[in-house]
């Protein structure tokens, strides 16, 4: 896969490196005020400054963050983590304007909006929430609720299939 960032020098006048140096200068640390800041105070499209800020704020992730994700997947739960681990691969994937955003209790995949929750619903399935109003319900693809309006109940690595990655893709083509 190529680098998004390859003209970002020529576009920006900077590296990557060196807008990490501004954004830490200025001590923001939500996405939301880093992508505002960049476009306001450097007149950045939105497409840089979503990708810098996604960037940087993987780069500087907390090691709270890390132990949500261990946490949810601890004990019992354990052997579901390849699968969490199989949907945020793909996901992030897809483009550098995902984030991956640990909770308490779930993983929210974000682009624009939420369009993705990854849930260890119990020890023996990971829930998969996805936004795709207005898709059927099927035997596989069960209605949600107002957070992620369909879900996927997935209790092996294998049954992150092709269906699978194709109703996440859709739900991230459509934030």
């Known amino acids: 896969m190529s680098?998004?960032?390859t003209n970002l020098l020529d576009k920006t006048g900077k590296t990557m490196p060196e807008w990490f140096d501004v954004?830490?200068?200025?001590?923001?640390?939500k996405h939301g005020d880093i992508v505002a800041f960049l476009k306001a105070e450097h007149g950045m499209t939105h497409g840089f400054a979503n990708g810098i800020a996604l960037q940087y704020r993987a780069r500087h992730e907390s090691a709270e963050d890390v132990d949500l994700i261990?946490?949810?997947y601890a004990g019992a739960k354990a052997g579901?983590?390849?699968?969490?681990?199989?949907?945020?691969?793909?996901?992030?994937a897809f483009g550098p304007d995902v984030a991956v955003v640990p909770k308490k209790t779930s993983i929210s995949l974000r682009r624009h909006q939420q369009f993705a929750?990854?849930?260890a619903a119990s020890a023996k399935r990971v829930q998969l929430g996805v936004q795709l109003k207005g898709e059927p319900v099927t035997e596989r693809l069960v209605a949600g609720d107002s957070?992620?309006?369909?879900?996927?109940?997935?209790?092996?690595?294998?049954?992150?299939d092709a269906e699978v990655l194709g109703w996440l893709r859709q739900a991230y083509d459509r934030n």
């Open 3 to 5: 680098d998004p960032f």
């Open 23 to 29: 954004v830490a200068a200025t001590g923001l640390e």
């Open 117 to 119: 929750v990854i849930t």
């Open 147 to 160: 957070m992620c309006s369909r879900r996927v109940n997935l209790a092996s690595i294998a049954d992150v």
């Open 70 to 72: 261990s946490a949810q």
């Open 80 to 92: 579901l983590r390849p699968i969490c681990d199989a949907l945020t691969d793909a996901a992030t």
